[in-house]
């Protein structure tokens, strides 16, 4: 059973930058597809960003296009999520999410991923 791990959340200004970390137990977490979903109070859970197993293809939600940046460690086996320019619009609970296989259609739908982590939460003042 896989098990996800994020790190690196907190308050922060706007303005400012955090980098979210991902890790797994289980099983290794390099040969997936990953994806960062973020949830704000009262709202849908909404896609963020998703990487290719090969890291060779991401992909973003315009809403951070530009301004957010994921990538691979394979010798660590980590996935990251660098945000940069925080909005208070950002401010939400932020999920890894893994998948093996998945469709090019599917990559923001979150119901086709098939491991979640805890969320860590982040914060951002204006």
């Known amino acids: 059973q896989v098990q996800l791990i994020e790190s690196g959340g907190g308050l922060v200004q706007a303005g400012g930058s955090l980098r979210l970390s991902c890790t797994a137990s289980?099983?290794?977490?390099?040969?997936?597809?990953a994806g960062w979903f973020r949830q704000a109070p009262g709202k849908e859970r909404e896609f963020v960003a998703a990487?290719?197993?090969?890291?060779?293809?991401?992909y973003y939600a315009d809403s951070v296009k530009g301004r957010f940046d994921i990538s691979r460690d394979y010798a660590k086996d980590t996935v990251y999520l660098q945000m940069n320019i925080l909005k208070p619009q950002d401010t939400a609970v932020y999920y890894c999410?893994?998948?093996?296989?998945?469709?090019?259609?599917?990559?923001?739908?979150?119901?086709?991923?098939?491991?979640w982590g805890q969320g860590t939460p982040v914060t951002v003042s204006s």
């Open positions: 289980g099983r290794a977490l390099r040969n997936y597809v």
């Open positions: 999410a893994g998948v093996s296989q998945i469709r090019a259609d599917d990559i923001g739908t979150a119901r086709r991923y098939d491991y």
């Open positions: 990487i290719a197993w090969s890291g060779d293809l991401t």
